[in-house]
C-alpha cells in the first residue's frame, strides 16, 4: 500500500491529503527516473562486472561525474565500498570495480550499499537487491533497475562517468 492509498484509506481527501503528503517529504527522496527492466530480456541478471583496464589517458572521457584517487581511497580492498556524490563505487574483485547510484528504485531513498559477501548492491530499508550492473535481482522487493555507470582506470585515478 503507498502513503496515498493509506491516507485516502483514513479518511484524508483534497487539501488535507496533500498537505499530508507533502509534508512527510524529504529533499533526499526526490523521484529519480532509473532505467527500465527488460522483462522479456534473455540475459542474466547477474551479468560479471569485468576488471578495469588500465588505461594511460582519461582526459577523453568527457563530463566524468566522479574521480577517484585510488593510492588514498578506501576502495584498495576487494570489497570495500564508498558513496560520493550519491554514486556507489565497490571494489567487486581485484581491478573490477562497480558503480551505481544510491537512490533505490523501491522507494526513493539513498540507503544503497555495496553487499561484498553476496556480491551485490542492496537497499538497507527494505532489501531491496541489485547486481553488479543495477538490475534487480529475482528475489529483489523491486522490479526497476537503478543507474549504473561506467568506470575507466588508469590505475591510481578511477573515473566514474
Known sequence: MTRYEFLKSMGFTGAALMAALTSCVKPEDTYIPVAKLDVNSTTTPTTPVTPVTPTSDLSKITNPLLKIDLTTSNLKNVGAYIIQANIVVAQVSAGAYAAVTNLCSHEPKRKVIYDKNASQFYCT????????????LPNSITNRSITAYQVATDGKTLVVY
Open 125 to 136: 530499508d527494505h532489501g531491496a537487491t541489485f547486481d553488479l550492473k543495477g538490475v534487480p
